[in-house]
Nanobody, 124 residues
Framework: QVQLVESGGGLVQAGGSLRLSCAASGFAFSSYAMGWFRQAPGKEREFVAA????????KSADSMKERFTISRDNGKNTVYLQMNSLKPEDTAVYYC?????????????????WGQGTQVTVSS
């Protein structure tokens, strides 16, 4: 069955960096778009970034695109989120998700499978 397992979260000081990983299995990884979302306590799930099947096309939330970069390694069935210059407001649970098709999309409703999430906490 489809599995998405995030890792790499943790506690970091403001201004620091983290790289999240999402290991995928149970489907043809190189055929599907992947995305990262986040959800802070009391807030709705928020789009962070998405990448198409090949990795040649990406989308990022305007508020994060200067600091966060999505990438993928189809040979390792893994998608990454490099987060730099972290701020306390970036504190959230970060989720990876598999899209319905090969094109990167924004709305959460266009993603079919979700990981369990990894906590990122940024201290001031």
């Amino acid at each position: 069955q489809v599995q998405l397992v995030e890792s790499g979260g943790g506690l970091v000081q403001a201004g620091g960096s983290l790289r999240l990983s999402c290991a995928a299995s149970g489907f043809a990884f190189s055929s599907y778009a992947m995305g990262w979302f986040r959800q802070a306590p009391g807030k709705e799930r928020e789009f962070v970034a998405a990448i198409n099947f090949s990795g040649r096309s990406t989308k990022s939330a305007d508020s994060m695109k200067e600091r966060f970069t999505i990438s993928r390694d189809n040979g390792k069935n893994t998608v990454y989120l490099q987060m730099n210059s972290l701020k306390p407001e970036d504190t959230a649970v970060y989720y990876c998700a598999r899209g319905r098709g090969s094109t990167s999309t924004v709305p959460p409703t266009t993603y079919v499978y979700w990981g369990q999430g990894t906590q990122v906490t940024v201290s001031s």
